[in-house]
């Protein structure tokens, strides 16, 4: 490495951020960039660890350790190319990304690891700045046409590599503008929609067709798709979210999460809102889940200025550490605390909600939970509980979002009408190898076909997918997978 001894010259150091009470008056982004000495300092931590776990802990396979050097060499426009080799959009990647890489980091074991996401970050965004990031058609096309259904992170990754070998792209979307959850489920202060709108622009240039408000199955015939396209990749996502079926859930207030987040990021697009409106303003607030989808209720909700914010979990707390059932390099899971959780929400685990109560108008005023204990077995996972005697309370609350997961893809219509096979999960039954359906030309990737996972599990899935189309179309394939070092 550059400097074999940064790591112990250097503390981590992150961004400053906007504080807490003027950033929730706006939804931009909120994250200082780091000076560029300081990005110099941070990508020297980066240790000449001998087996860099940090590339196995990303799903990509990003070759970390590399373009840490060329950061801290100065070289951006090497560390931008060394990036972009295994990973097609680290402007997501970078502000989204739950970092496993950095807890795979081998001086995280007894110190803060290498800030990794943040400099990936940096990196893409210096070489956009600097110029460095221009559309490349490929030169050649193959006379082959694949269309993408799709255009998450997976359906994108899957478009952008199979355009890069020249074959014809036409990405399907069925909202009215392209992205997925990357537009329409991750809020602006994470994710503001000009850093997707500059990928799509970009894409489109390099010769890709996007189709929005493009339904397959209803307003777009399966069979046109099937005559006309020589490979279809199905990477619509897992959309199907999980409910909470007791007793008052058809009380005027309570919502799913993603109907909220989207709504809100409509908003902000200045696009219509086709739907009753769903506000927080004024309310006491309850989400029900405790990942990233509730934390992103939660900053939405104080943007909206709620009466008060509540976030229920019904798997007991985290630690704040790792312990003997979380040995490194292994992701953990640990407590975390979000910037929208700094924003102010109270927090509460080990709690089941037992119903919704309503006034006599249908309105939801008020939500019956009970703490519970749970049973831990010998590995450290909780397997069952029960109630606590004497916890069982009502708690005032106007707005309920529920975000606990998803559960597959929708079923109705495109899936049914393929007849792709299904999992025991209710996924789309592709291989892990070949992430080929039941029917030859019909691929899937990311969480139509895994389940419900991360944007950077969905990216790498798209890629993969997309080299295994190529190869069922041409016979080989350039495109290198994600356990090749293959950079510029």
């Known amino acids: 490495m550059g400097k074999v001894t940064g790591f112990q010259e250097y503390d981590r150091v992150a961004p400053t951020r906007e504080e807490a009470a003027t950033r929730v008056k706006h939804y931009g982004e909120f994250l200082n960039e780091l000076p560029s000495k300081e990005l110099n300092?941070?990508?020297?931590?980066?240790?000449?660890?001998?087996?860099?776990?940090?590339?196995?802990?990303?799903?990509?396979?990003?070759?970390?350790?590399?373009?840490?050097?060329a950061v801290y060499q100065g070289k951006?426009?090497?560390?931008?190319?060394?990036?972009?080799?295994?990973?097609?959009?680290?402007?997501?990647?970078?502000?989204?990304?739950?970092?496993?890489?950095?807890?795979?980091?081998?001086?995280?074991?007894?110190?803060?690891?290498?800030?990794?996401e943040e400099i990936e970050k940096h990196i893409i965004e210096i070489a956009f700045e600097k110029g460095f990031i221009?559309?490349?058609?490929?030169?050649?096309?193959?006379?082959?046409?694949?269309?993408?259904?799709?255009?998450?992170?997976?359906?994108?990754?899957?478009?952008?590599?199979?355009?890069?070998?020249?074959?014809?792209?036409?990405?399907?979307?069925?909202?009215?503008?392209?992205?997925?959850?990357?537009?329409?489920?991750?809020?602006?202060?994470?994710?503001?929609?000009?850093?997707?709108?500059?990928?799509?622009?970009?894409?489109?240039?390099?010769?890709?067709?996007?189709?929005?408000?493009?339904?397959?199955?209803?307003?777009?015939?399966?069979?046109?798709?099937?005559?006309?396209?020589?490979?279809?990749?199905?990477?619509?996502?897992?959309?199907?979210p999980r409910d909470l079926p007791i007793d008052g859930r058809s009380a005027k207030g309570v919502h799913f999460a993603m109907d909220f987040l989207k709504q809100q990021n409509k908003r902000v697009a200045s696009r219509a809102v086709e739907t009753e409106d769903i506000m927080a303003t004024g309310k006491n607030v309850i989400v029900i889940g405790g990942g990233d989808t509730g934390s992103d209720c939660i900053?939405?909700?104080?943007?909206?200025?709620?009466?008060?914010?509540?976030?229920?979990?019904?798997?007991?707390?985290?630690?704040?550490?790792?312990?003997?059932?979380?040995?490194?390099?292994?992701?953990?899971m640990l407590l975390k605390n979000t910037s929208s959780h700094e924003e102010g929400?109270?927090?509460?685990?080990?709690?089941?909600?037992?119903?919704?109560?309503?006034?006599?108008?249908?309105?939801?005023?008020?939500?019956?939970?009970?703490?519970v204990e749970w049973e831990i077995d010998a590995n450290g996972r909780p397997v069952t509980f029960k109630e606590v005697a004497g916890t069982e309370r009502d708690l005032?609350?106007?707005?309920?979002?529920?975000?606990?997961?998803?559960?597959?893809?929708?079923?109705?219509?495109?899936?049914?009408?393929?007849?792709?096979?299904?999992?025991?999960?209710?996924?789309?039954?592709?291989?892990?190898?070949?992430?080929?359906?039941?029917i030859a030309k019909i691929f899937a990737a990311g969480d139509v076909r895994r389940g419900q996972s991360l944007v950077v599990w969905a990216i790498s899935e798209g890629r993969e997918a997309a080299r295994k189309v190529d190869e069922y179309l041409m016979g080989t394939t350039k495109l290198a997978s994600k356990d090749a070092v293959a950079y510029a």
Request: net charge neutral; charged share 20%.
């Open 345 to 371: 929400a109270q927090r509460a685990w080990s709690v089941n909600t037992k119903n919704f109560i309503a006034d006599e108008k249908g309105n939801l005023k008020a939500l019956k939970v009970v703490d």
């Open 396 to 438: 005032p609350c106007e707005l309920v979002l529920l975000a606990m997961g998803f559960l597959h893809p929708q079923k109705e219509g495109l899936i049914e009408k393929l007849g792709v096979e299904l999992d025991n999960r209710g996924n789309v039954k592709a291989s892990e190898h070949t992430y080929q359906t039941n």
């Open 299 to 332: 900053g939405t909700s104080n943007r909206h200025g709620a009466k008060s914010v509540t976030q229920f979990e019904i798997m007991p707390m985290p630690p704040q550490a790792r312990n003997e059932h979380m040995p490194w390099p292994n992701y953990p």
């Open 76 to 116: 951006w426009e090497l560390a931008a190319n060394i990036l972009l080799s295994t990973n097609n959009f680290p402007e997501f990647t970078g502000r989204i990304c739950p970092a496993p890489c950095e807890s795979a980091c081998v001086l995280g074991i007894n110190r803060p690891p290498v800030s990794i």
């Open 41 to 69: 300092n941070q990508a020297a931590r980066c240790m000449d660890c001998g087996v860099p776990f940090c590339q196995s802990g990303c799903p990509l396979g990003n070759v970390i350790p590399e373009f840490n050097d």
């Open 134 to 240: 221009k559309a490349k058609a490929p030169l050649i096309r193959t006379g082959k046409k694949v269309a993408v259904i799709g255009s998450g992170p997976a359906g994108l990754a899957a478009a952008a590599q199979l355009n890069k070998v020249g074959h014809e792209v036409t990405v399907f979307e069925r909202d009215d503008a392209p992205g997925g959850l990357l537009r329409y489920g991750i809020p602006d202060f994470k994710l503001q929609k000009n850093v997707v709108d500059r990928r799509i622009d970009l894409m489109k240039e390099e010769g890709i067709i996007f189709k929005c408000n493009a339904n397959v199955g209803e307003n777009i015939e399966i069979g046109t798709l099937l005559r006309d396209f020589n490979a279809i990749v199905l990477a619509g996502g897992s959309t199907i």
